[in-house]
């Protein structure tokens, strides 16, 4: 009897499991699989991509594959300590250089790619910045322009003293014909306000 009720207390709760959307503060149920796939960082897969297309570049890696060869070829050929595991001469050594280059190949590509997506943001970064430096620069002009505009409305200290001048020159003159009619009835005046 027990055993019924426990069936029965399980198959409602599958139906009101089935009847309630999934709750998203419980992580869902992950089911194994048979075979798992690789997880890498493709970052980290890319940087050893570069740095390998970077050694492959260098002298030392021709060095490196040079003393290899020779060897290779040292060991097998003359079969130095009794080693001959080549019978067919280079045969091994071919399939060595298929297999490098079959890994090499794609890498290489692999950093050419990195390298392009890197220079295409670069590219466009520059492509931004040309922008608001040829903004800014057609901004300032304006402002250049209309100051000169305004420094061009504004008197300037020379043109305010020659205005003085001028006008000293002439209350000059007005003092000197209206000064030579009180001259004759009051000696005590000036003759002119800038002596």
Do not use: C, K
């Amino acid at each position: 009897m027990a055993r019924e009720e426990a069936r029965d207390e399980d198959r409602r709760d599958a139906r009101r499991a089935r009847a309630q959307p999934p709750r998203l503060d419980i992580p869902r149920d992950t089911r194994r699989t048979l075979v798992r796939r690789p997880n890498y960082d493709p970052d980290m897969f890319g940087n050893f991509a570069e740095t390998f297309a970077r050694f492959m570049g260098t002298a030392s890696f021709l060095v490196y594959i040079t003393v290899f060869v020779v060897v290779w070829l040292a060991i097998n050929l003359v079969g130095v300590f009794g080693l001959q595991w080549d019978p067919y001469p280079f045969i091994l050594l071919n399939l060595f250089f298929s297999t490098q280059a079959s890994y090499a190949a794609p890498l290489i590509l692999l950093a050419q790619n990195r390298q392009e997506s890197r220079d295409r943001v670069v590219a466009e970064q520059d492509r931004d910045a040309a922008v608001r430096a040829h903004a800014d620069m057609q901004y300032l002009a304006r402002e250049v322009a209309s100051l000169r505009m305004a420094v061009g409305e504004v008197a300037t200290r020379d043109y305010v003293r020659s205005e003085l001048r001028s006008l000293l020159a002439e209350l000059d003159d007005r003092s000197q014909a209206d000064g030579s009619d009180r001259d004759l009835d009051d000696p005590s005046t000036p003759r002119s306000l800038g002596s």
